[in-house]
């Protein structure tokens, strides 16, 4: 089945350690994305990459770093520099151009995983 | 910079009835999609419905189904016959054609109550 996983589900860090989320996808999309979710609040973008060795900046950035060294694999990398990083973290994918304009519109998510900061 | 507003942080429908979740959005654009997410506690998010903004009919899936007022800027979500399943954060979401940058409202946490 394809699909997109994260992993771990749970993560703990302590202050001042960096950590590194997994996100893989199996449904040959050329773009990744990877969202935070606090409570109360939408998602919001961090980074995008339309395709392998090329990303972009989201909304909020400072204090995460990702690579795109391969097409199936977008990590997260939440540094000691994120001053709240205590979040929910989504990874999601988009197809692009053969499925028609709808479906390549439409991102689809992983399983998210948590961080926390103790 | 396109905005999406729900102005509902919460709403509760009894198991069976109807529910409307308001969503509005702000653009200068025209071609278009919006679309509802799912989030039930798992947080696995799901995709309930799409819609592109060209189109005038109002997208179904079985019971759900959208109205979809462009010169309003307003997409709502209606979801008939309320299952216990239902209950769930609610995301609209809205995405330029062929752009990478899709934004989320705030949510609706929806409870759906037997």
């Known amino acids: 089945d394809g699909g997109i996983t994260q992993s771990p589900k749970y993560l703990f860090r302590k202050e001042g350690q960096n950590v590194t989320l997994s996100c893989e996808q199996n449904l040959n999309h050329d773009a990744m994305y990877w969202y935070r979710q606090d409570p109360g609040q939408g998602l919001r973008l961090i980074y995008y990459s339309q395709i392998v060795n090329d990303f972009q900046k989201g909304d909020i950035a400072e204090g995460y770093s990702v690579s795109r060294e391969k097409k199936e694999s977008f990590p997260l990398t939440v540094t000691s520099a994120q001053k709240n990083p205590t979040a929910f973290y989504l990874c999601?994918?988009?197809?692009?151009?053969?499925?028609?304009?709808?479906?390549?519109?439409?991102?689809?998510f992983g399983p998210g995983t948590r961080l926390t900061v103790l | 910079a396109q905005t999406v507003t729900q102005s509902q942080p919460e709403m509760s429908v009894q198991e069976a009835e109807t529910v409307t979740l308001s969503c509005t959005y702000d653009t200068s654009e025209n071609n278009y999609y919006l679309f509802w997410y799912k989030q039930p506690p798992s947080r696995q998010m799901i995709l309930v419905i799409r819609?592109?903004?060209?189109?005038?009919q109002n997208a179904t899936e079985n019971r759900f189904s959208v109205n979809f007022q462009k010169a309003a800027k307003s997409f709502s979500l209606k979801i008939s016959d309320s299952q216990l399943g239902d209950t769930a954060m609610y995301f609209c979401a809205f995405i330029l054609y062929n752009n990478n940058d899709m934004r989320f409202g705030a949510g609706t946490r929806l409870t759906v109550k037997p």
């Open positions: 819609q592109e903004a060209y189109k005038q």
């Open positions: 999601a994918s988009k197809g692009s151009g053969d499925r028609g304009p709808e479906r390549d519109n439409e991102q689809f």
